[in-house]
């Protein structure tokens, strides 16, 4: 599995515009972009912290999977994502361990990169996202 780093912590929040007043303006932390993500009906935007990102995650629809986190249980602490080599291979031990896969099939970001939620009943409490990142051509794992 060899997981690589702490790639982001994801926060839920209502509004992204306010919670930018304390996570940029007040915290000081640099907004790196804002994107929609029309396939998971999110509006996420990045801040960059050290080798990781936390990432803000407002719903962009009344019905998508944030929104409905966000009316069961409020505002805060969504997910961790850890980068993985090979998501494959991260998943199918994860498996064999009795993880209990959100994703059956890995999901790919318009950049390439691939990854998979881990339920929380799996892993004491905690939404976990694995990520395998894109590689460039010639760009060793």
């Known amino acids: 599995m060899s997981p690589a780093a702490i790639n982001h912590i994801a926060v839920v929040v209502e ?9 940029r303006d007040a915290l000081d932390l640099p907004l790196a972009r ?3 993500n029309a396939d998971e009906a ?12 936390i990432e803000l995650l407002e719903p962009s629809t009344p019905d998508s999977g944030i929104a ?6 409020g505002p805060g602490m969504h ?10 291979a991260a998943m199918q031990r994860l498996v064999a361990h009795g993880a209990e896969l959100i994703n059956e099939t890995p999901r790919i970001r318009p950049d390439g990169t ?4 881990i339920h929380p009943r799996s892993t004491g409490g ?10 460039q051509p010639g760009e060793q794992a």
């Open 114 to 117: 691939r990854y998979a939620f």
């Open 68 to 73: 409905r986190y966000l009316a069961k249980r």
């Open 79 to 88: 997910h961790l994502c850890i980068e993985v080599t090979d998501l494959g």
């Open 34 to 36: 804002v994107e929609d």
């Open 15 to 23: 509004n992204l515009e306010a919670a930018l007043r304390f996570w």
């Open 126 to 135: 905690v939404l976990l996202e694995l990520y395998e990142l894109s590689r």
């Open 42 to 53: 999110v509006r996420i935007a990045f801040l960059p912290l050290g080798e990781s990102e």
